[in-house]
């Protein structure tokens, strides 16, 4: 039965030492966050379950660390402060893997906030932009509270849910947090370019968002019947589905659609995913799944790093022992690409970081986390070329990788890694 109550109301069923799911990204449900917040002087140890999401997280303030601790699946910037104050901790887990967390009891949640669109006549929502892990938080949390939203866009796919699924219902008509597309740099337009002459005709891609990823995007317009298989997509895609170059027609799974968990954008991409049957929303289980990845043929895999050695050692988590971000989906698709037929794993990423630090390194720092290992990346793409690294020696991916590295440090890379290896 669909009756709407107060934010206030719905909330007062979380108790002290709960687990509470918040649906993520763009879906983040602000409205039952700040209801929940406001309760912090009658609340303790309430854990926050999330990954990134987008907008506020007044939960996450250190003063209120008696109330609420948080805990990221994959860290985002409005919580990545939590680590070094003592309430927040982060659990490694590919996206792939995190509603089995929830299924097995693992994580046992008691709530999950999720942030659907109106019930259509026949009472159905939809969760919108993103579904990751919320179907599994549904399914095994014991009480759901629904943000219920007049601009939350209706999308299509596994996201569709009945009222009889959710025990409480909050009305809201709040505009979606927004990401807006860039201008890529001089730099990443480079990288750009390189990745896109490494993607063939009929390639699938997966991407995330970001000035690279659109500045590959806006190498492709002359290519012809791209897929899209990814994790989540931005602004980047539209009008190349729109000039039919992304059509999904040779794709080996979900002909025809293009396949995500979770979109951020503009508004232009929340009204254009709006009841467009070509957008698919699925599951991290599903979209995640190698076993599922590997059957679109010419799988093209495009993730980030923040260090890369010269070994192939990808760390894309950690600044040494700082956690920064997550594990993610990188691993579920670098893997997928590795194994389709005609597929391409690629690690792209500038040489240099904005404070004039080389990427390429001859040994991770210590603590850093090891992502992606030196045998599952095929491609390391910095805005100075390719570096082909599969089925190298060690001794060919150091050479090809010094000469992607910042020229102003190739020298020194290549005699720190001779000098750490001679004895």
């Known amino acids: 039965m669909y009756k709407p109550v107060s934010a206030e109301d719905a909330v007062k069923i979380i108790k002290s030492n709960d687990k509470v799911y918040l649906q993520a990204a763009a879906a983040a449900p602000q409205v039952l966050i700040r209801a929940l917040t406001a309760r912090h002087e009658e609340l303790r140890n309430v854990e926050i379950c999330q990954l990134h999401t987008e907008g506020e997280a007044p939960y996450a303030n250190p003063e209120l660390k008696d109330s609420f601790h948080v805990n990221s699946f994959f860290i985002g910037k409005n919580v990545r402060h939590t680590l070094k104050a003592g309430n927040g901790s982060y659990t490694p887990v590919f996206l792939s893997e995190l509603p089995l967390l929830f299924k097995r009891n693992i994580v046992d949640l008691q709530v999950a906030f999720i942030h659907v669109s109106v019930p259509d006549q026949h009472g159905y929502c939809s969760l919108g932009v993103s579904v990751e892990a919320t179907l599994a938080a549904i399914d095994n949390a014991d009480h759901v509270i629904a943000q219920v939203n007049k601009q939350m866009p209706r999308t299509h796919g596994a996201g569709?849910?009945?009222?009889?699924?959710?025990?409480?219902?909050?009305?809201?008509?709040?505009?979606?947090?927004?990401?807006?597309?860039?201008?890529?740099?001089?730099?990443?337009?480079?990288?750009?370019?390189?990745?896109?002459?490494?993607?063939?005709?009929?390639?699938?891609?997966?991407?995330?968002?970001?000035?690279?990823?659109?500045?590959?995007?806006?190498?492709?317009?002359?290519?012809?019947?791209?897929?899209?298989?990814?994790?989540?997509?931005?602004?980047?895609?539209?009008?190349?589905?729109?000039?039919?170059?992304?059509?999904?027609?040779?794709?080996?799974?979900?002909?025809?659609?293009?396949?995500?968990?979770?979109?951020?954008?503009?508004?232009?991409?929340?009204?254009?995913?709006?009841?467009?049957?070509?957008?698919?929303?699925?599951?991290?289980?599903?979209?995640?799944?190698?076993?599922?990845?590997?059957?679109?043929?010419?799988?093209?895999?495009?993730?980030?790093?923040?260090?890369?050695?010269?070994?192939?050692?990808?760390?894309?988590?950690?600044?040494?022992?700082?956690?920064?971000?997550?594990?993610?989906?990188?691993?579920?698709f670098i893997r997928g690409a590795s194994l389709s037929e005609g597929g391409k794993a690629i690690i792209a990423l500038p040489s240099i970081t904005n404070k004039g630090i080389s990427r390429i390194v001859p040994s991770l720092k210590p603590g850093a986390g090891v992502v992606t290992t030196r045998s599952h990346v095929h491609y390391v793409v910095t805005e100075n070329g390719i570096a082909n690294l599969y089925g190298k020696t060690i001794k060919e991916r150091v050479k090809a990788l010094v000469n992607i590295a910042h020229p102003d440090f190739q020298e020194q890379i290549d005699k720190e890694y001779f000098e750490l290896t001679r004895g």
Not at 273 to 298: C, G, H, L
């Open 160 to 332: 569709i849910i009945h009222i009889s699924e959710i025990d409480s219902f909050v009305e809201c008509d709040e505009a979606l947090p927004v990401h807006n597309m860039t201008e890529p740099t001089e730099i990443e337009n480079k990288i750009g370019a390189h990745v896109a002459s490494l993607i063939e005709d009929r390639s699938t891609l997966q991407m995330g968002i970001g000035n690279i990823p659109n500045a590959v995007l806006s190498k492709l317009t002359n290519h012809k019947d791209l897929g899209l298989h990814t994790e989540m997509f931005s602004d980047g895609v539209i009008d190349l589905i729109l000039k039919d170059v992304i059509n999904g027609n040779y794709k080996g799974i979900n002909r025809g659609r293009a396949l995500t968990t979770f979109l951020m954008g503009s508004k232009r991409l929340y009204d254009y995913v709006d009841d467009n049957p070509f957008i698919e929303m699925r599951a991290s289980n599903y979209t995640n799944d190698v076993s599922i990845i590997k059957q679109n043929p010419k799988m093209v895999a495009i993730n980030s790093a923040i260090e890369v050695d010269v070994t192939g050692q990808v760390c894309a988590d950690s600044i040494g022992t700082r956690m920064y971000s997550g594990v993610g989906g990188q691993m579920d």
